[in-house]
């Protein structure tokens, strides 16, 4: 993209409605603009982002055999009313009537739909298990949005549901998605730690929330250091051997990882002190077994092995791809700007031209320009050379190409790499094999 015809509307100042870092920074670097309270719309840049985390996510999931659907905004209040949800859910639900007067609702999250959908196209025990997602807009009329997209109302998520026969199938399930998680918040770019969470009348260990660790997050963590070093891509586990999904999720909750809420001093005290690591987190996705909740309320039913009809046991799993977009900078940023991990970078690097019209300048940056257009924000503003500097550190480019007139001349070009501030000089062909192995 070429910056001098692009929307990317940077600021100077710094908005006087943001709290925390990572709203500032993505009003300031253009990513976002608010629409309403808790209501933003995502610009060039932004969009970009959440479609890089997006495919990521999908691309984890349909590595466990999720298959992507994709469920309406709009549900009719009928659906929730058979789950008993609709009285329930209360005010941070958004209902809306329509022309007809029929109840509708902008949904906050799909149980009460995909157990409908999955009804209507199941029967028999053979065809399960079943995993279904889609990433879609929800709406949570939250009390306090705030932190920008981090707590809105209108938000996107991924939400993945499973349904299996038994109990302990449907714990397989459980854990192929928890090792799906991790590989794709690995992939992209951050430390996201699973910890134990609430699990409502149900028990047992099924219920974690995956945290990025951020000074500003909402809650306080404690877990053991050893998580920073997994490799959870290499892991080799037998995605259909639930044996060997067990040894993975044993070998994982055997690491100490615990929200302020959950914390165990007396099992804190067994890691070793050097391993203790404490910190604040944001909650970026929250996984959840919770058997036959839905398909018992909501009446639906397979024919098992021996004939008689079986509830299917559920379990649903979320991600805030929105939230993560905010919680990534506030994990990832300085006092120049974002730090974008290269995977969900907008762009992967920005090329400054620092004299555009010069004939050596423009020739140089067009050659770079062209080896990856798409993966490319070119600076070809008649802008003065600190106000691209500027604009490149807010933007968060992971790598910077700055074209100035001497270098040119002589076929030269400086790199700098935004997280370390490392700069190097190198000729025109060297730097275009640097852009073709950016991933
Ligand atoms: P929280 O405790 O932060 O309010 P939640 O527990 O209500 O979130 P879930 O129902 O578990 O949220 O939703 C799954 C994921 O959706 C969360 O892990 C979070 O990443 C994201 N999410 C939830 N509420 C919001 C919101 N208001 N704005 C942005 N993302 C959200
Ligand atoms: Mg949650």
Redesign the pocket.
Known sequence: MRLSRSFIPTLRETPAEAQIASHRLMLRAGLIRQTASGIYAWLPAGLRVLRRISQIVREEQDAIGAQEVLMPTLQPAELWKRSGRYDAYGPEMLRITDRHDRDLLYGP?NEEMITDLFAGGVKSYRELPQVLYHIQWKF?D?VRPRFG?????E?L?KDAYSFDIDTQSAIASYRRMMLSYLRAFQRIGVKAIPMRADTGPIGGDLSH?FIILAPTGESSVFYDGRFEQQDWRAEAVELADPESLQRFFMRMTSLYAATEDKHDEAAWHDVEPALRREGRGI????IFYFGTKYTQSMGVAVSGPDGAMVHPEMGSY???I??LAGAIIEASHDEAGIIWPMPVAPFRAGILNLKPGDAACDSVADALYEAAPDDMLLDDRADRAGVKFADADLIGHPVQLVVGPRGAASGTIEVKWRASGERTEMPLDAAVALIASLR
Do not use: L
Not at 149 to 153: D, F, S
Not at 283 to 286: A, D, K, L, M
């Open positions: 999250t949570r939250e997209v981090m707590r809105g109302r938000f998520m929330e909650e970026v996705g929250h979320g991600i805030g929105s939230r």
